[in-house]
């Protein structure tokens, strides 16, 4: 069945026309084009797919080339194959030019892709059964960052640590499921005394570190009785793919109050 809706779900950077009415007049390349699916990658929250004309001829059609994209199974909506974001060598209207096109389309999980290009079949080419993906894995796109934002005493000299997700993407469901637990999950480390957490159930059992910029507040039962050095460290084991895995610890230096 094809489908003719002109939704554009590209996010263009600069959209540059690939398909214009100055090629009708030059002379044609023997042969067809073909465009062929090169590849498709995150590009931040969103995805990245290059097009290219790996075929003999020139593409001189004018009407809108639509390229038909569904997650998981459900129609996204239609990349219109005319407006990529960025071109190289003239684009897919040239032999062995590439088209970009830039979807802002967040993929926060692992999912399915199917992509078919020139769907509506405006476009006459040498092979038509290489325009189409059924079935590509990717993502997630979106990750979390997991990042220590403070350390600090509780009024009983316990240490107390935030830890905040400041990345664009929520964290895996299966990380609080029992059989999922690490090695460590948080470690606070006083002087030479050092102390372990193992499981995010019992790190963040609310899970407020599930929305996105979620905080979690964990109250250890580590009690420091003289000034030193406290340097806590979340996802120690690095079990969780993230945004950027370099600000996963902290160290600071506190010192406990007087208690009757």
Known sequence: MKRFSMISILFPICVIVAFNTSACQKKQPEGLPDLFIKDI?????????????????????????????AVNGEFVGDIILNEPTSVSGGGIAQPGGESRYLV??????????????????????????NNAEPDYAIGPCVLPDFAVQKIELADDNHVVVFIENIGPGPVPDHIWLAED?????????????????RSFIEFDPDKA??????????????????????????DCTDMIMEQNEANNSMTVTLIPSRTE
């Open 41 to 69: 990658s995150c590009m931040g929250e969103g995805l990245y797919i290059t097009v290219g004309n790996q075929g003999e001829g020139s593409i001189t059609e004018i009407r809108p080339s639509l390229a038909s994209l």
């Open 104 to 129: 802002a389309y967040p993929i926060s999980t692992a999912v399915r892709l199917a992509l078919h290009v020139d769907y509506n079949d405006v476009i006459p080419e040498a092979d038509e059964t």
């Open 181 to 197: 637990e690490a090695e460590c999950t948080l470690r606070i480390i006083n002087n030479d005394a050092e102390w372990c957490v």
């Open 209 to 234: 570190l599930q929305p996105i910029t979620g905080i979690g507040v964990f109250h250890s039962d580590l009690a420091i009785t003289e000034k030193g050095s406290v340097t806590a460290i979340i």
